[in-house]
Structures are given as C-alpha cells and as structure tokens.
T-cell receptor, first 111, second 117 residues
Framework: RKEVEQDPGPFNVPEGATVAFNCTYS??????FFWYRQDCRKEPKLLMS???SGNEDGRFTAQLNRASQYISLLIRDSKLSDSATYLC????????????FGRGTSLIVHP | GAVVSQHPSRVICKSGTSVKIECRSL??????MFWYRQFPKQSLMLMAT?????????EQGVEKDKFLINHASLTLSTLTVTSAHPEDSSFYIC?????????????FGPGTRLTVL
C-alpha cells in the first residue's frame, strides 16, 4: 500500500458543482496534513492545512479523520479557475518533517 | 507567503554535462530544504532532504553521486545533476521548510525544467 493515496481522476464537473476529494494515508503516526494545488507546469502552492476539527476557507473545506486515516477536500460552487491538480501532503511524525505527496487528483471544471 | 526562488528556470544541455540548480529562500532561513523531481503527469517524487551544514538524506533509489546536494547556508541549497543523460530530463522543484506555529510550512520554488539532449 502506498503511503499516501489519491484517486487521480480526472473529476470533470460543471461550473457551480460541489466536488469532494479524499486522500488516505498509511502511517497512523503522521503528524501534519495539507492540501496543495498545482497548475500545469507550475510549482505546487499551499491551498490549506487540515485539522481534526476541520477548517474552511471560503468555498473550500478540509477535514481530517484520524480514525480512518483519510483527509478530504470539499469544493463548493466550482469555478473554471479551480481546474488544477490537488495534491495531498502528509508529514511524518518525529520532528523530521519529511513530506510525502499523493499523486494528485485532477479537477476539470467546464462551463 | 514566503518566497523561494530557483535558478535557472529552464536549462537545455548535452548528454554528459553537469547542471547546477540553485534554490534560495529569500525572506526566511531554512534549515531544511527538499528536492523533488516530477515527470509529466506524475506526482512529485522526493529525491532528497537537504539539511544546512550536514549531508543530505537521499530517498531510496536516488543516486547520491549523481545528484549532488549542497546546503551551505540557511538560504541556499544547490542540486547538481552530474553527467546528465536524456532520462534525467524532468521538472526539478525545491522547497524550503519554514518552521513556526501553528504548523511548519513548505514553500516551493518555481521549478527548473531540465532537458538533456
């Protein structure tokens, strides 16, 4: 089993739709969790961190479920500009701060 | 957010030559930097963790003698691809870890696209 797994998609949705991505991780001692967004041929950019209590930033909501070892990202009212690859990043515990990336989920928002 | 620069942004070289890529954290000090490689339509693959003042830690399958990493200061790490071959052609991205509360955060450089002819 890979350390961090994501459905590569693509998720093809119309503007205005709500779409959700999941990411599972195998190391139960993982410490920190993030969602990054990567546009084609560009570097990843931080979208949001993920906490057990959940966090929301505008149209984006991230959740962490430690018991089931997955994190989720919900995007409401999708915009064309949301089209990108969304990367799940998990940092190992123990202070080493080694990040592990999922392969990313591709989102295509169409008119 | 913090700024990380990478230079050069694009390089084309002949097979057998060596290429050096620089990664700089411009507005914070980074004890730890990471080097990634990304092939088309694939995920970022961590190559190595670069620690200031000590040897880099390489991921399994990454040749340390081929990919030389130097992290001589708190704001600069370099990756040298030695004796590059066409299969080394890829998108190389660095990131710098900014420690702080409530969490540590990594900031990515814009990447270097290497093409080996």
């Amino acid at each position: 089993r890979k350390e961090v797994e994501q459905d590569p998609g693509p998720f093809n949705v119309p503007e205005g739709a709500t779409v959700a991505f999941n990411c599972t991780y195998s190391n139960s001692a993982s410490q920190s969790f993030f969602w990054y967004r990567q546009d084609c041929r560009k570097e990843p950019k931080l979208l949001m961190s993920v906490y057990s209590s959940g966090n929301e930033d505008g149209r984006f909501t991230a959740q962490l479920n430690r018991a089931s070892q997955y994190i989720s990202l919900l995007i409401r009212d999708s915009k064309l500009s949301d089209s990108a690859t969304y990367l799940c990043v998990v940092f190992k515990s123990g202070g080493s701060y080694i990040p592990t990336f999922g392969r990313g989920t591709s989102l295509i928002v169409h008119p | 957010g913090a700024v990380v620069s990478q230079h050069p942004s694009r390089v084309i070289c002949k097979s057998g030559t060596s290429v050096k890529i620089e990664c700089r954290s411009l507005d914070f000090q980074a004890t730890t930097m990471f080097w990634y490689r990304q092939f088309p339509k694939q995920s970022l693959m961590l190559m190595a963790t670069s620690n200031e003042g000590s040897k880099a830690t390489y991921e399994q399958g990454v040749e340390k003698d081929k990919f030389l990493i130097n992290h001589a200061s708190l704001t600069l790490s370099t990756l040298t691809v030695t004796s590059a071959h066409p299969e080394d052609s890829s998108f190389y991205i660095c990131s710098a870890l900014k420690t702080g509360r409530p969490y540590n955060e990594q900031f990515f450089g814009p990447g270097t696209r290497l093409t080996v002819l």
